[in-house]
């Protein structure tokens, strides 16, 4: 009976002692720029002149995205190395979207989709962006003679899991924010939970 009592401890807490002897899943390791910034391969390199950029985006059928970021920034660590290397989310970020990154304190020049030429941390400023990570997203037209954030269709700051951040990247491309009377954003986001519980999915 003792012998029986050892053997059933050691079924139990043998899985247990090696799930904590693992520790937890390693995280993603993404490529680090001199600037502190995070360089996953899916992101564009580009000489920031956004009208440029979003006609070469255009060009492609894909959607111009803005990801705003910082060095040292905790939260744009967690989305680089837990939600963007979700093959949902980077599926959606490699064959429907063409990303940009902007530092958020960067001296590097932009010009923004009004013709203002002026740094990253002015940008900034002028768009009036405190967060990071912030994700800002384009029209499918530009709108001639406005900036960046009085033309954006879509303001996303802070980091989401994958689910939030797909569904946002999903609603934009589908252009749902056209009209919300019906659903807005919240309710797209509920639905899509539901519908993911009622398939066992996340």
């Known amino acids: ?22 520790g937890p899943a390693r995280a993603v390791e993404i490529e680090m720029g001199d600037d ?53 989310v980077n599926a959606m ?17 932009v010009v923004d989709t009004d ?6 941390k002015a940008a900034m400023g002028k768009w009036r962006i405190l967060f990071t990570p912030t994700l800002i997203f384009l029209p499918k037209e530009l709108e001639p003679g406005k900036s960046v954030i009085d033309q954006a269709v879509a303001v996303m ?15 934009v491309f589908e252009e749902r924010y056209l009209d919300q009377s019906e659903e807005d954003f919240q309710r797209y986001h509920a639905r899509m939970i539901r519908e993911r519980n009622d398939g066992n999915t996340e």
Do not use: S
């Open 1 to 22: 009976m003792k012998r029986l009592a050892t053997g059933l401890i050691a079924l139990v807490v043998a899985p247990v002692l090696a799930v904590w002897l693992a």
């Open 36 to 88: 502190g910034l995070y360089k996953p391969a899916w992101l564009r390199e580009t000489f920031k002149d956004l009208r440029e950029d979003f006609a070469d985006a255009k060009a492609e059928g894909k959607r111009l995205m803005l990801i705003v970021e910082q060095r040292g920034c905790i939260y744009c660590k967690k989305m680089h190395e837990e939600t963007f290397p979700d093959p949902r």
């Open 93 to 109: 970020l490699t064959g429907n979207y063409y990303p940009i990154q902007i530092n958020l304190h960067g001296d590097t020049e």
């Open 115 to 120: 013709g203002e030429t002026l740094t990253e």
């Open 157 to 171: 700051p802070g980091a989401f899991g994958p689910g939030t951040t797909l569904d946002m990247l999903t609603w």
